[in-house]
């Protein structure tokens, strides 16, 4: 477990945030008619910010170069 976590750090921190920051965005945002299919759930709200948010920051991780 603790090599997972040391493998893949930032992308776990990137999913946390983007969670959180999906609840948020619910939270004080969110679509009061409940209409929108992302925004008018808290459940779905933040599974939709923790995926962006694991992608945003994977996307800075670098390759390692094989000689």
């Given at each position: 477990?603790k090599?997972?976590?040391?493998?893949?750090?930032?992308?776990?921190?990137?999913i946390?945030?983007?969670?959180?920051?999906?609840?948020?965005?619910?939270?004080?945002?969110?679509?009061?008619?409940?209409?929108?299919?992302?925004?008018?759930?808290?459940?779905?709200?933040?599974?939709?910010?923790?995926?962006?948010?694991?992608?945003?920051?994977?996307?800075?991780?670098?390759?390692?170069?094989?000689?």
């Amino acid at each position: 477990m603790k090599m997972l976590l040391k493998r893949y750090w930032l992308p776990v921190i990137g999913i946390l945030l983007g969670a959180l920051g999906g609840y948020l965005y619910w939270r004080f945002v969110g679509c009061a008619t409940g209409t929108c299919p992302i925004t008018s759930s808290p459940f779905a709200s933040t599974v939709w910010g923790a995926a962006i948010g694991g992608l945003f920051v994977s996307s800075f991780k670098r390759e390692k170069k094989y000689d």
